[in-house]
């Protein structure tokens, strides 16, 4: 697949980059898919969550009633069974996380990539920068590519620090490095806007895992 690579005025650039089949042109596998944004967002999750439960509720532990003479058995005030008493078998602080194979991991991330291949919706844009960080340049420049009503992830070669600060109050603007590329964050945007030298960066990657 050959794409052709633009300027930041919106204008195609005499070049263009034939993308590896290797890494944008696999068959997709869903259930690999399914299984890496299940374990991103598993992993982002506190997981901090507690309820109190029966011997953590204040209350006085004197027992209401006789054990036999009628009625149901009662205990203190703090069963469960009334209210303000302690909850049976309530959330406790866990850890959501789990691990996954690299080599699933990857398979997951590629067949995100040719989805977006198929789809269209891959747009690669010459290496640019801006002097200072400006929310407005940014937005000209997304205006220009005919993105600005698009959810866009744009994938730098490496940090660039006015890049980002300029994208920081945009809603629909992410930016990540492209070593930093997940599955999750593929599928969440409309539209991939590699860097130049990030694409060629990411293929060279791919190829070598």
């Keep these: 697949m050959e794409l052709a690579v633009y300027n930041i005025s919106g204008n195609k650039t005499e070049r263009s980059i034939t993308l590896s089949d290797s890494v944008f042109g696999i068959n997709p596998n869903d259930h690999a898919i399914y299984l890496d944004v299940k374990q991103y967002l598993a992993n982002n999750r506190q997981g901090t969550h507690k309820s109190k439960e029966r011997s953590e509720v204040s209350g006085s532990t004197r027992k209401l009633k006789k054990q036999k003479g009628g009625g149901a058995r009662k205990g203190d005030i703090n069963s469960p069974l009334f209210p303000g008493g302690g909850r049976v078998f309530g ?25 977006k291949a198929k789809e269209n919706n891959l747009t690669i844009v010459e290496d640019f920068n801006f002097e200072q960080p400006k929310t407005t340049q940014l937005i000209e420049v997304l205006n220009n590519l005919k993105l600005s009503d698009k959810k866009t992830l744009i994938i730098l070669f490496e940090s660039n620090k006015n890049v980002y600060l300029s994208s920081r109050n945009l809603e ?14 593929i599928l969440h945007a409309n539209n991939l806007l590699f860097l130049e030298s990030s694409i060629v960066e990411f293929e060279k990657i791919s190829k070598e895992q």
């Design 91 to 115: 959330p406790r602080p866990r850890d959501y996380s789990f691990k996954l194979n690299k080599k699933l991991k990857r398979l997951a991330r590629k067949s995100a990539l040719s989805y």
């Design 172 to 185: 629909k603007v992410k930016i990540l490095n492209v070593t930093e590329l997940n599955t999750y964050d």
